[in-house]
């Protein structure tokens, strides 16, 4: 048993579906269902499977994923299929399957496996029977099943599945899944991490989020080039961020919009790079387990005196009536604060199509919420100049992430800090995260109990569970570390997860289109330069002609991730 509880707990939901036949109609049974965890082993010869029951999920919608004694004995039964003797890299003969008690060798549920075909959807990553398909009695790979419960042993989950499956003595499961890891074409060892058993064509799959990051060591930016370090953590995966199985960095030097091997200057969810001196593009492209892929880009400007970085998220010109908008966000170069920075700044903004700089102006921000805020807004601004130019310098973050669990913050007060902790129904409890003075508790059925807050909040969303908790004081400045212990156990070293403050621009301008028809313009591109303070601390980016989300002849549009 202990040999079971070390191993790594894998959210494999097994969903038991059965198909009846009657005449040629064929009609699907809701059943119970098992999450299961652990690993495929393959020889040169041979298939067999080491797993076991983590949690059983029953049709009035109860779990248990501890075993509970008059009622449920199964739980951490093991699951074995021996037997299945390979006839091809990815096929095996039929195997025998079974769930049995790992203390006596009781068994609950046996049957045999059929039509072992894999299929590799992605380097290192198998689907179990893809072909299967619910309207096709032929395609079923579970047969002469067998169940069984005793006083002894105990099993609601088995009993339930007796019920809905009565005595016909025709009856049919569908398993699928997939597994990573190792190459099951010859000898190796593939963990399971999501798999479906009713017939459909695999675990459907949620696409990756990319989010990237910079950060610069000013004592290592010296001479010609600078030490910067690229952060990719913020991406995110509702099947779970373990779900991102790569993490790639390109600097798209040769051809823009494409991601060239040779461009490939890192790979990794945080990774450390050298650039020279100057304008950089950095994209990250991040991919999932099921080869779904998303990409962002940010640029880096290194320069000996102006170190910064900066990202539009959204911006439209609006030909018709001669206005620009811009959203985004920038950073000060590394070690400087907005407090340490006068608050003066310009911004120019460039069209092609011989426009040339549409907009440029110096402007001296009002500063409000003790600085936090830098407000410029003109009534009387003509073609050419700023109407409103606003930066928020809210955006230092704390984002820790683990098994299923996310725990971040964005909001540090003088003496409070607003925590969100985030896992899905992949997460197994129970949980106990202690941060200074406050307590969040989650136990195996995610029921959440929070002591020490000023106030907290859960939110369950389908899948996901979000819990806002107020705490009495700044973890940041208060705090080095923190604990957490249950099913998941880490001291966690709060400055490995901190990013300092960014500031969140808006820029709104009017300016003279001279009656030049867009869709005529050729390529269609947007420059935007914003300088600050006293130093000129900068940031260019260019919204090239493959970039924008719309064009036509009313408005250019462009946003981040469409």
Not at 82 to 103: H, Q
Not at 117 to 134: A, I, K, Q, R, T
Not at 197 to 220: C, K, R, S, Y
Not at 498 to 517: C, E, M, N, Q
Request: proline content about 4%; overall charge negative; hydrophobic content about 35%.
């Amino acid at each position: 048993m202990s040999k079971m509880r070390n191993k790594l707990i894998i959210a494999l939901i097994l969903v038991f579906s059965v198909v009846a036949f009657a005449g040629n109609s064929w009609s699907a049974v809701s059943l119970p269902t098992a999450n299961i965890s652990g690993d495929v082993l393959t020889t040169a010869t041979d298939l067999s499977f080491d797993l076991y029951l983590s949690r059983t999920n029953y049709l009035d919608g109860i779990s248990f994923a501890i075993a509970n004694g008059p009622d449920e004995s199964i739980i951490n039964a093991e699951m074995v299929i021996t037997g299945a003797t390979r006839t091809g890299p990815l096929t095996f003969g039929n195997g025998t399957l079974e769930i049995k008690n790992p203390l006596d060798s009781f068994v609950y549920f046996s049957a045999t496996l059929n039509n072992i075909v894999f299929e590799e959807l992605y380097p290192g990553v198998y689907y179990l029977n893809l072909g299967l398909d619910s309207d096709n009695p032929t395609s079923l790979n579970i047969s002469d099943v067998v169940l069984t419960s005793d006083v002894s042993h105990p099993s609601r989950f088995i009993e339930e599945l007796q019920i809905e499956l009565g005595t016909n003595d025709v009856l049919g499961l569908k398993l699928g899944f997939y597994i990573s890891g190792g190459d099951i074409t010859g000898v190796g060892t593939g963990t399971i991490f999501d798999g479906l058993l009713d017939g459909v064509n695999g675990p459907t799959n949620e696409p990756p989020i990319a989010d990237a990051g910079v950060t610069f060591n000013q004592d290592q930016c010296l001479g010609t080039s600078c030490e910067v370090t690229l952060d990719g953590r913020g991406s995110t995966d509702l099947d779970g961020y373990e779900d991102i199985v790569s993490f790639e960095w390109y600097e798209d030097i040769n051809n823009p919009g494409t991601l060239d091997p040779e461009e490939l200057i890192a790979t990794g969810d945080l990774a450390s790079v050298s650039l020279p001196l100057g304008f950089h593009t950095i994209t990250l492209r991040v991919v999932d387990a099921a080869g779904e892929t998303d990409v962002t880009d940010i640029t880096v400007v290194i320069d000996p005196a102006e170190l910064s970085f900066i990202d539009i998220t959204k911006a439209t010109v609006f030909w018709n009536y001669d206005w620009i908008k811009i959203k985004g966000k920038l950073a000060l170069p590394a070690g400087v604060s907005h407090e340490s920075v006068n608050s003066i700044g310009s911004a120019t903004i460039s069209l092609s199509g011989g426009l040339g700089d549409v907009v440029s102006e110096s402007i001296d921000f009002e500063e409000r919420r003790n600085g936090k805020k830098w407000r410029y807004h003109s009534h009387t601004a003509g073609a050419g100049q700023l109407h409103k130019f606003k930066i928020d310098w809210y955006g230092d973050k704390f984002n820790y992430h683990k098994d299923h669990m996310r725990i971040k913050s964005h909001h540090f007060g003088d003496d409070t800090t607003t925590l969100e902790i985030e896992f899905c129904s992949k997460f197994a409890g129970p949980v106990d995260v202690t941060i200074g003075s406050v307590t969040i508790s989650i136990d195996a059925d995610d029921s959440v109990s929070v002591t020490g807050a000023t106030e907290y909040d859960v939110d369950v969303n389908g899948h996901r569970t979000e819990i806002e908790v107020v705490m009495p004081f700044n973890m940041i400045t208060d705090l080095t570390s923190f604990d957490i212990s249950g099913t998941i156990t880490d001291t966690v070293t709060i400055a490995d997860y901190y990013t300092a403050a960014v500031g969140r621009f808006k820029i709104k301008a009017p300016f003279d289109s001279l009656g030049i028809d867009p869709e005529t313009i050729d390529p269609k591109e947007l420059t935007l330069d914003v300088r600050l303070g006293d130093e000129g601390f900068s940031g260019i980016l260019v919204i090239d002609n493959d970039t924008w989300t719309k064009t036509n002849h009313n408005k250019w549009k462009y946003r981040a991730g469409h």
